[in-house]
T-cell receptor
Framework: GDSVTQMEGPVTLSEEAFLTINCTYTATGYPSLFWYVQYPGEGLQLLLKATKADDKGSNKGFEATYRKETTSFHLEKGSVQVSDSAVYFCALDQAGTALIFGKGTTLSVSS | DVKVTQSSRYLVKRTGEKVFLECVQDMDHENMFWYRQDPGLGLRLIYFSYDVKMKEKGDIPEGYSVSREKKERFSLILESASTNQTSMYLC?????????????FGAGSRLTVL
């Protein structure tokens, strides 16, 4: 069945460092891909999405490009801030049902 | 501000108790979902609903049931709570149509079963 695999954390960075969180997927068809973020004590919220191959989603300085040839949707940010500390989830939509999420990657940014 | 509200942030229950987790959304969304979140396992889908009185099993429905009598409310029921149901429970909703795959989540209900 469809699945999402993302890099295990925690990821620990200093402020202003470059961030990459890897995400690969297995799916039949052409799903839409998502990154959700969960800040401490809160529910998940949508960070960005891409609906077709080569689309780039972006928001709050984060970017991810839908790569069909490598079945990947890696999350990047050029310069992280302490306020970016959170858990990041990669997800895909499974037609007719619901989103399938990866296991989550915890990011901790120190000043 | 649009919201998904989960009535209880923290609950402590005993093994064998019947537990109700309530979720209400004010966005007139057709779709509603219950996930559980566990460290190292991420989010796993328990049940979802596309309409009032409709329900579909997710990946881990065993030990759970749901109720959707009104469009805005989706309840998760643990008929006889067990310790392995200690977890964070997340409710979410989405509209039908083009935005169906963009979920709005509640803040979660952390359940401890003793």
């Amino acid at each position: 069945g469809d699945s999402v695999t993302q890099m295990e954390g925690p990821v620990t960075l200093s402020e202003e460092a470059f961030l990459t969180i890897n995400c690969t997927y297995t799916a039949t068809g052409y799903p839409s891909l998502f990154w959700y973020v969960q800040y401490p004590g809160e529910g998940l919220q949508l960070l960005l999405k891409a609906t077709k191959a080569d689309d780039k989603g972006s928001n709050k300085g984060f970017e991810a490009t839908y790569r069909k040839e490598t079945t990947s949707f890696h999350l990047e940010k050029g310069s992280v801030q302490v306020s970016d500390s959170a858990v990041y989830f990669c997800a895909l939509d499974q037609a007719g049902t619901a989103l399938i999420f990866g296991k989550g990657t915890t990011l901790s940014v120190s000043s | 501000d649009v919201k998904v509200t989960q009535s209880s942030r923290y609950l402590v229950k005993r093994t064998g108790e019947k537990v109700f987790l309530e979720c209400v959304q004010d966005m007139d969304h057709e779709n509603m979902f219950w996930y559980r979140q566990d460290p190292g396992l991420g989010l796993r889908l328990i049940y979802f609903s596309y309409d009032v009185k409709m329900k579909e099993k997710g990946d881990i429905p065993e030990g759970y049931s749901v109720s959707r009598e009104k469009k805005e409310r989706f309840s998760l029921i643990l008929e006889s709570a067990s310790t392995n149901q200690t977890s964070m429970y997340l409710c979410a909703s989405s509209p039908s149509g083009a935005g169906a795959n963009v979920l709005t989540f509640g803040a979660g209900s952390r359940l401890t079963v003793l």
